[in-house]
């Protein structure tokens, strides 16, 4: 890993369309390292084959509480053979509780996340953690287990930003943060930079002023000059202390 460049925590490879230049566009703009976050099979598999060709870029695997009709038993089993047998797939996610989509399987969606947690745990791994409309659900099964723990596409308020970092959570902050509407800046405002990392999420949620566009990596450094002047710090030391804070998180990354 480039320790003086830009990382992007989290995106999707809808855009495996046009991997190489995205990477180029990426580089660019001075973001080096990234991780695919492979939340459903299709997800998974391409994520295998890209992070094989190309050698700053990682995976998380898991399956997002959408998948949760597919999922059984044998999706932990393959999990954990694809992880056991490849060092490049560096943590679990995205997973979690989504209630805003569907209400009507909330246990469904329980069980398998606790399963995915399990497995992380066996692991010893960290988990990159999806939750949307299931705050306290999200919170009371987190706090049960010891893990290294991402809070993807984090948007809520300090109060719930302190909650999760008493725990020693990671946020992950993205195009969000750029939003004209958003609370987002004030809750950075009062956030150790310790306990940020930065991610796209693409192609979704492209930041401002681009929001017109397919968002992709190199937006990374949008998102990156935005929180330097929230905070009122360097690019460099948001460059620096976001990316030491991947390293921290995923032991797996070289």
Known sequence: MNKNSLTDTHFHLELTDDIENIIKRAKKNNVSNFIISGCDLKGIQEGIEI????EDI?????FHPDEVDSFNSNSISYMKELINNNEKIIGIGEIGLDYY?????????INMFKMQLDLAKELDLPVVIHSRDAYEDTYNILKEYNLKTTIHCFSGSIENAKRYLKLGYFLGIGGVSTFKNTNLKETLKEIDLSHIVLETDSPYLTPEPFRRERNEPMYIKVIAENLSNIKGISIDDITRITTNNVL???KRIK
Not at 51 to 54: A, E, M, S, T
Not at 101 to 109: G, L, P
């Open 58 to 62: 990682y995976l998380t695997i898991g």
């Open 51 to 54: 992070i094989n060709k190309y």
């Open 101 to 109: 989509h569907n209400k009507d399987n909330k246990n469904e969606q």
């Open 248 to 250: 921290n998180i995923y």
